[in-house]
């Protein structure tokens, strides 16, 4: 390779190091303890096949992390984000340390750094999961046009069935959001038609009562549609 094609190379590795570098990076006295006990050994093994690219001792500690992450998603979500951004701040390319920092982001509020860290996770895997928290974050920081668009541009067939419909109900709520109630109603009639089994249906059918409640004047905030931790 030429040099003018080597140095125009590196200049481009080093501007995705840097798009892809957490944006919030935790100090030393900030980083979260970790129980003595706790380690990598309990992780999926499809996490663990991701550490093995960390080196071994940075490989457990970003594991350790994670492990906390899974331990206190739901019970504690605001020391799992804490912990999710310390494997973040340590895994850089990582694609589930930035899911995980991406889904604590979004569960304790932090939507700005939801959706950075989840477009992140999505260019690093190519996957599409969590398009419908994605799109809602987007809504949560005022972004409603990228929301609804996120919902129109996902292909159904990259999601499971749990999470096209999550994905059509946030869509249909930032359609309401806009003002666009005859659209949010229709997307969700077109999903209605797709064979859905009745516990989807029945979350279809609670996302059309706040759409008309939204229709109908109620207060916005007081609607939700997308799914809190458990």
């Known amino acids: 390779m030429p040099p003018h094609q080597n140095d125009f190379a590196d200049r481009n590795q080093a501007r995705e190091a840097q798009r892809m570098r957490p944006r919030n990076r935790l100090q030393p006295e900030d980083l979260p303890t970790i129980p003595d006990h706790i380690t990598s050994a309990a992780l999926p093994p499809w996490i663990k096949a991701q550490l093995t690219g960390l080196g071994e001792q940075n490989g457990e500690l970003v594991g350790r992390h994670l492990a906390m992450v899974l331990e206190y998603l739901e019970e504690v979500p605001e020391l799992a984000y804490r912990h999710a951004r310390a494997a973040a701040d340590r895994a850089g390319r990582m694609a ?64 499971d069935p749990d999470e096209a419909v999550e994905l059509a109900i946030v869509g249909a709520g930032a359609r309401a959001d806009m003002g666009e109630f005859g659209a949010a109603r229709a997307a969700l009639d077109r999903l209605r038609r797709s064979g859905l089994d009745a516990e989807q249906l029945g979350r279809l059918d609670e996302a059309s009562e706040r759409i008309e409640a939204l229709a109908a004047g109620a207060d916005p905030a007081s609607q939700e549609f997308v799914w809190e931790p458990e």
Not at 127 to 141: N, P, Q, T, V, Y
Not at 147 to 154: I, Q
């Open 96 to 159: 589930v340390a930035r899911e995980y920092a991406g889904l604590t982001s979004y569960y304790t509020q932090r939507y700005g750094e939801a959706v950075r860290e989840l477009r992140t996770y999505q260019r690093l895997s190519g996957e599409k999961h969590h398009s419908a928290i994605l799109a809602d974050a987007l809504r949560g920081i005022g972004k409603t046009a990228d929301a609804v668009e996120v919902a129109a541009s996902t292909p159904r067939a990259a999601l």
